[in-house]
Nanobody, 116 residues
Framework: QVQLVESGGGLVQSGGSLRLSCAASGIICRLYNMGWYRQAPGKQRELVAAITAGGRSNYDAFVKGRFTISRDNAKNTVYLQMISLKPEDTAVYFC??????????WGKGTLVTVSS
């Protein structure tokens, strides 16, 4: 059974930092395209950052330069380091693992709240 468990969310002041973790079981992260998505209240879920199985990363323009996605193969965990957080970053952050349309998995999310 595949599980993606996010952690590291919380309440932080504007300008602060957080590191989110996505611990995977049932899959080998390095073989998957891994992504962090977020969904703010009343908005659609959007891609924040992704890292391919080959190690290439890409970012939404709004977070580029502030967020960094990384992967620890030994721990089978993907991280999202977030700095210079803004109130607009407030959302539930979800971890995603995709190998194919049929092998596409989601975590339950972790809430990030940035106060002004």
């Amino acid at each position: 059974q595949v599980q993606l468990v996010e952690s590291g969310g919380g309440l932080v002041q504007s300008g602060g930092s957080l590191r989110l973790s996505c611990a995977a079981s049932g899959i080998i992260c390095r073989l998957y395209n891994m992504g962090w998505y977020r969904q703010a209240p009343g908005k659609q879920r959007e891609l924040v950052a992704a890292i391919t199985a080959g190690g290439r990363s890409n970012y939404d323009a709004f977070v580029k330069g502030r967020f960094t996605i990384s992967r620890d193969n030994a721990k089978n965990t993907v991280y999202l380091q977030m700095i210079s957080l803004k109130p607009e970053d407030t959302a539930v952050y979800f971890c995603n693992a995709e190998l194919s349309p049929r092998a596409n998995y989601w975590g339950k999310g972790t809430l990030v709240t940035v106060s002004s």
